[in-house]
């Protein structure tokens, strides 16, 4: 056997890893599973999209590389949309970015600006990109807890100065995976400020930027002075307009750190698929009209199921934002335990807390990925396990 690095020995196994394996078998089985695991909706993406897509195949110029320039057309839509829809201006070439989904930039920013002896900080429970690039990069991942009497909010101002001084990265995602937290106004203008003091790299995490309700509007993090000295923010195809498995994601913001980012980029992919950045514009122009559809459907999924929620004893304060439901389990259940018998014992199939970090402990994770009647039979058979836990 060849041998491995000792660096992979210290990623943590990824949360979704062994998920689509063993519902697999159990599908085989004949298992009647119902998936509310993986952030990814039972819907159809665009049609609008499919259009430009098929389009955009009978151009052979669109089956060549792209590179990391990609297709202007994408880019400059990009700048066309952060405009309409947070009032900011970009420079399409200089401080944008295409990306294969938001993931990959997330995962190799750190490798543009962490050192080994640097400290990287991640959010936990988070999205486990984060620690994947903070390992990959040498740096030393410091761990961020989010809990509920902070409203999951990092307060970078709390931290030791030793601790910010070392620091090179962080790591911030409002609306939140998986906590459906939102950060206020206030919140992001001290955490810049930090940011800023201390010459720390801002990776905001937006994908869920439109996957909100009850009037709340997600703000971009470049709506605070002097974001732009320290931040980028990152945008994906994949939650607003479902659209996961094409891998089309964008940043926008500092362009040194842009640039750094493509560079590290240039070594690793050659770019998303430029006929999937002709449909990405296509979408993009029309992307407040879609989300309000991809909106319209999580608001009637989430009410649709607020009385089986009830008498299952899955009750959770509604989010005002993003797509999951962050529920507690009741005291001394371990939540890997609750995700295994609810897959074997009931085949539906939620997250672990654990699996987004050991701060995590104590909740699992639903998210509203099929339609109101199945997830009414999601929630009923998770009251089950609840009942016997
Ligand atoms: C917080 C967060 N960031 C980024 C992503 C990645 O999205 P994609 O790579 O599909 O653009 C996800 C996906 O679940 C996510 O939850």
Redesign the pocket.
């Known amino acids: 056997m060849a041998q491995l690095s000792k660096r992979i020995g210290k990623f943590p196994g990824y949360p979704l890893a062994k998920i689509p394996q063993r519902k697999r078998e159990l599908l085989a089985k004949g298992v009647d599973v119902i998936d509310l695991g ?2 990814d909706a039972d819907v159809p993406p665009p049609a609008v999209a499919v259009r430009a897509l098929t389009e955009a195949l009978q151009d052979p110029a669109m089956s060549r590389y792209g590179f990391q320039l990609g297709l202007p057309a994408f880019r400059e839509a990009v700048v066309r949309y952060h405009q309409r829809r947070f009032g900011t201006a970009f420079d399409p070439m200089a401080e944008v970015l295409p ?1 294969l ?4 930039g ?1 995962a190799h920013l750190a490798l543009a600006t962490c050192e080994p002896g640097d400290i990287c900080l991640v959010p936990e429970p ?2 486990q ?1 984060y620690i994947g690039g903070a390992i990959a990069s040498g740096s030393e991942p410091r761990i961020a807890p989010l809990v509920a009497e902070q409203q999951f909010l990092v307060e970078l101002g709390e931290l030791p100065r030793d601790v910010l001084r070392r620091t090179r990265l962080v790591y911030l ?1 409002y609306p ?2 998986p906590t459906a937290a939102i950060a206020p106004r206030d919140y992001l203008e001290r955490t810049v400020a930090v940011c800023r003091e201390y010459q720390i790299a801002l990776a905001y ?1 937006n ?2 930027c439109e996957v909100t309700f009850d009037g709340y509007r997600a703000p971009s993090i470049f709506e605070i002075d002097g974001a732009r000295d320290i931040a980028l923010e ?1 945008h ?4 607003t307009f479902a659209m ?1 498995g094409w ?3 964008w940043v926008v913001g500092n362009r040194e750190l842009i640039k750094a980012l493509t560079t590290v980029k240039s070594y690793h992919d050659t770019g998303p698929f430029l006929a999937i950045q002709a449909a990405g514009a296509a979408v993009l122009d029309r992307a407040e009209e879609l989300a309000k559809d991809t909106v319209r459907l999580f608001e009637s999924r989430r009410a649709g199921t607020l009385k089986a929620r009830a008498a299952a004893g899955v009750e959770v304060a509604p989010p005002k934002a993003t797509h999951y439901l962050w529920v507690p389990l009741p005291e001394g259940t371990k939540s890997a335990e609750f995700q295994t018998q609810a897959m074997e014992e009931e085949g539906v199939i939620v997250l672990a807390g654990s699996s987004f970090g050991p701060s995590g402990e104590g909740f699992f994770r639903i998210a509203l990925t099929v339609g109101a009647e199945r997830l009414t039979e999601g929630v009923e058979r998770l009251g089950r396990v609840l009942a016997r836990a």
Not at 236 to 239: E, F, R
Request: contains cysteine; proline residues 4%; glycine residues 16%.
């Open positions: 993986a952030g990306l989904g938001s993931k990959e997330l988070g999205y990109c995602n939140n995976n995490d994908p869920y990152f994906s195809c994949s939650k996961t891998r089309l994601g």
